[in-house]
């Protein structure tokens, strides 16, 4: 059964830097893109970030490009989102999301339960 | 960035109606659109990939359609566990842009 768990939200405040983590089980992690998606609360999805199989590649919302770094560590299979500089507008759950991208195409097919991030004074 | 905007933004529908949802691109994406449903409270799942593609394990009432800059997502008769806010997705280019949702619900 795949599962993605999600954890290292929190309560942080305006500057401040968290890492979320997203602990992956029940496939071949290695194999799969994995994504980053936020939403605010009671507002749509927005995507963040996501990065390749071996991590060799990753892209980025233009929002957070320079404050936000995602990585992987196919060893332990867990997926991280590095963030700093953290805005109240970063309020939001994140998602992890696995995403097999079959023949180039790319589908969020798994989503971990998310985490909660808070920004505020 | 393409943008992704979704009609209606609600809607409220009888068990058993036809319901159907219209996502447009701001730019043609070919097929490169997914649908995804939201139950209150719950993490997002995907409906259909590739425009009209279902995935394993959605009821068959789901269908989408089209390609380009139009695309439908229809309910062919509406069941109480649908009650969700359905968005759609493109993954044509990054950033992978949805649309703002829509809230479905039973009257």
Redesign the interface.
Known sequence: EVQLVESGGGLVQPGGSLRLSCAASGFTFNSYWM?WVRQAPGK????VS?INGDGSSS?Y??FVKGRFTISRDNAKNTLYLQMNSLRAEDTAVY?CIRDPDSYG?????Y????TLVTVSS | DIQMTQSPSSLSAFVGDRVIITCRASQSIRNYLNWYQQKPGKAPKVLIYAASSLQSGVPSRFSGSGSGTEFTLTISSLQPEDLATYYCQQSYKTPYTFGQGTKVEIK
């Open positions: 994504h749509g999805l927005v995507w996501r892209t919302a233009e998602y195409y790319s589908v969020l097919d989503w971990g339960q998310g």
